[in-house]
T-cell receptor, first 113, second 114 residues
Framework: GPKVLQIPSHQIIDMGQMVTLNCDPV?????FYWYKQILGQQMEFLVN????????KSKLFKDQFSVERPDGSYFTLKIQPTALEDSAVYFC???????????FGKGTRLTVV | AQSVTQPDARVTVSEGASLQLRCKYS??????LFWYVQYPRQGLQLLLK??????VVQGVNGFEAEFSKSNSSFHLRKASVHWSDWAVYFC????????????FGKGTSLVVHP
């Protein structure tokens, strides 16, 4: 079936440094999402993206966070600078339409030290 | 605003027993509803989806769910649980109004005893 690919699967970074998480969504999908999950618990919505714009973002989407998808390539989440509390698993997801099923990647485990 | 409630954070069943995981939703209009499963160190995978129509929908691996508008529920069921069903299950509802994202419940952790 359709797959969302996330690169890398695990990243360790020093606090204060910049990190970019990459996502290759399903090829014909139009809506893109980032979620944050800590300790295998609730999926916390961060942001969604459509037609080159952020549609909605949560309080977790701090000023240090940004997303983009230049020229239909990777959908990226950038954190600059990183903080210890940013350590989590970040899931990228995509959907064809706003109310159709969402496909998730396997996540990137970010460890900020 | 739309919402999803999964009242049971954890459910424990014996292998071979039947299962019901509860999901209640709040939504204006007719929702599209989903159940996802998350195995350890994996992303969420779709189990089944409800689009308006037959209230009972079948999913993968013997799972089914029933939509009830009167009860605002979308409970997940399985007749006989297997140890490989040990995972976290998330219920979700599609966006509506000025909301552009699906809303997920907090998840129910299913533990299967031999």
């Amino acid at each position: 079936g359709p797959k969302v690919l996330q690169i890398p699967s695990h990243q360790i970074i020093d606090m204060g440094q910049m990190v970019t998480l990459n996502c290759d969504p399903v090829s014909n999908h139009l809506y893109f999402y980032w979620y944050k999950q800590i300790l295998g618990q609730q999926m916390e919505f961060l942001v969604n993206f459509y037609n080159g714009k952020v549609m909605e973002k949560s309080k977790l989407f701090k000023d240090q966070f940004s997303v983009e998808r230049p020229d239909g390539s990777y959908f990226t989440l950038k954190i600059q600078p990183t903080a210890l509390e940013d350590s989590a698993v970040y899931f990228c997801a995509s959907s064809l339409l706003q109310n159709t099923e969402v496909f998730f990647g396997k996540g990137t485990r970010l460890t900020v030290v | 605003a739309q919402s999803v409630t999964q009242p049971d954070a954890r459910v424990t069943v014996s292998e071979g027993a039947s299962l019901q995981l509860r999901c209640k939703y709040s939504y204006f209009g007719t929702p599209y509803l989903f159940w996802y499963v998350q195995y350890p160190r994996q992303g969420l995978q779709l189990l089944l989806k409800y689009y308006p129509g037959d209230p009972v929908v079948q999913g993968v691996n013997g799972f089914e769910a029933e939509f009830s508008k009167s009860n605002s529920s979308f409970h997940l069921r399985k007749a006989s649980v297997h140890w490989s069903d040990w995972a976290v299950y998330f219920c979700a509802v599609s966006p509506s109004g000025g909301n552009y994202k699906p809303t997920f419940g907090k998840g129910t952790s299913l533990v299967v005893h031999p």
